[in-house]
């Protein structure tokens, strides 16, 4: 979201060039400038010592493909923690390792992924009403499950895990 009037004073933005960065909102009451905002994600593969990743059907996500645990960084939380509990509001897991894999500009919806592996020392579930339904899948199967569609951050994920496999 690129701002046009200050949020603390309300006076309108104008256009400045600061050092390398061009064009950025400034207001000039408040002699501050104003960095376009945009929301931040977790996504995480999360996997067991039987070899199985976990795969959720949420419907308002897909209908036609599952996807991975994933939810939105809350202001004041780190990534690390958010991911963690997103696992544990989804899916009722606690998981013992997380590790960032990579990150992911998602254009579809103008925002930043945050993708990680997590390992779950448990495998029972207990589904948030989020969740239509969840269920532990070999490994080798992911790719056919998650959605094929280029740029698919779900996919990218999945493929850094099968390969970090084989290695």
């Known amino acids: 979201m690129e701002f046009s009037f200050c949020p603390d004073c309300g006076a309108r933005l104008e256009r400045r060039d600061l050092g390398d960065e061009k064009g950025v909102a400034?207001?000039?009451?408040?002699?501050?400038?104003?960095?376009?905002?945009?929301?931040?994600?977790?996504?995480?593969l999360v996997y067991n010592?039987?070899?199985?990743?976990l795969l959720l059907r949420q419907n308002y996500i897909s209908t036609?493909?599952?996807?991975?645990?994933?939810?939105?960084?809350?202001?004041?939380?780190?990534?690390?923690?958010?991911?963690?509990?997103?696992?544990?509001?989804?899916?009722?897991?606690?998981?013992?390792?997380?590790?960032?894999?990579?990150?992911?500009?998602?254009?579809?919806?103008?925002?930043?992924?945050?993708?990680?592996?997590?390992?779950?020392?448990?495998?029972?579930?207990?589904l948030s009403s989020e969740v239509d339904s969840a269920e532990w899948v070999e490994a080798s199967l992911i790719k056919e499950l998650l959605s094929p569609r280029p740029g698919s951050t779900s996919r990218r994920l999945a493929l850094c895990f099968l390969n970090e496999r084989e290695a």
């Not at 010592?49 to 990743?53: K, L």
């Not at 509001?89 to 998981?95: I, N, P, R, S």
């Not at 998602?106 to 448990?122: N, P, S």
Request: hydrophobic share 45%; aromatic share 12%; with cysteine.
């Open 26 to 44: 400034w207001c000039e009451s408040c002699g501050r400038p104003w960095f376009a905002v945009f929301p931040v994600a977790v996504i995480a």
């Open 49 to 53: 010592d039987s070899g199985e990743v």
């Open 64 to 126: 036609e493909f599952h996807n991975l645990v994933s939810g939105y960084v809350k202001p004041g939380e780190d990534a690390e923690s958010c991911v963690v509990r997103e696992i544990k509001e989804e899916t009722g897991l606690e998981v013992d390792r997380v590790r960032l894999i990579f990150t992911d500009w998602f254009a579809k919806k103008e925002m930043m992924m945050i993708g990680f592996f997590a390992h779950a020392a448990c495998s029972k579930l207990e």
